[in-house]
């Protein structure tokens, strides 16, 4: 059974503190994988897309995977109260098929 | 800017009825497929297609179709709809023949079965 794994949280950051958000994932033919928030009542959109291993930043948001240890994290700079969501966390299996984590939900208190 | 819409945002439909959700993408993306959410269970994938008149199970096809006529258009059909087909439905796309890319959602439809 192919998954992917994260901590439901909720995880509660301080405004203007670092939230780190992880994931693991079971198939080794993975090689891609996806970070997306979702706003309650919403639906998802992509935050982040990383495909090699290491870090990869975009703003206030980095990427970071380790394929070896199957592994993927995201880190949010600077949090802001608008970046309290449920963030889903995505991997590509060896079929090109996406396995999709349950989320962890985000609590940015100011 | 890629643009995937639902027929609807909310419904509301008795047991027993067939049910129609439709998906129109403008992209001209490959892919589309049609997932459920609920708390704590993330997201479930019911069929996907990856051309016009095809279409894959996903993990939790039992009691859903789909029809895929049109690039543009897939639709999920719910023959008999029952209590527990109540759940947010999100239908996404994405551009690459095989999947594994970054996929695209529509704004998802909230049905209640009464």
């Known amino acids: 059974q192919k998954e992917v794994e994260q901590n439901s949280g909720p995880l509660s950051v301080p405004e203007g503190a670092i939230a780190s958000l992880n994931c693991t994932y079971s198939d080794r033919g993975s090689q891609s994988f996806f970070w997306y928030r979702q706003y309650s009542g919403k639906s998802p959109e992509l935050i982040m897309s990383?495909?090699s291993n290491g870090d990869k930043e975009d703003g206030r948001f980095t990427a970071q995977l380790n394929k070896a240890s199957q592994y993927v994290s995201l880190l949010i700079r600077d949090s802001q109260p608008s970046d309290s969501a449920t963030y889903l966390c995505a991997a590509a299996d060896s079929n090109y098929q996406l396995i999709w984590g349950a989320g962890t939900k985000l609590i940015i208190k100011p | 800017d890629v643009k995937v819409t639902q027929s609807s945002r909310y419904l509301v439909k008795r047991t027993g009825e067939k049910v129609f959700l439709e998906c129109v993408q403008d992209m001209d993306h490959e892919n589309m497929f049609w997932y459920r959410q609920d708390p704590g269970l993330g997201l479930r994938l019911i069929y996907f297609s990856y051309d016009v008149k095809m279409k894959e199970k996903g993990d939790i096809p039992e009691g859903y179709s789909v029809s895929r006529e049109k690039k543009e258009r897939f639709s999920l059909i719910l023959e008999s709809a029952s209590t527990n087909q109540t759940s947010m439905y999100l239908c996404?796309?994405?551009?690459?023949?095989?999947?594994?890319?970054?996929?695209?959602f529509g704004p998802g439809t909230r049905l209640t079965v009464l």
């Open positions: 990383i495909y």
């Open positions: 996404a796309s994405s551009p690459v023949r095989g999947g594994g890319d970054t996929q695209y």
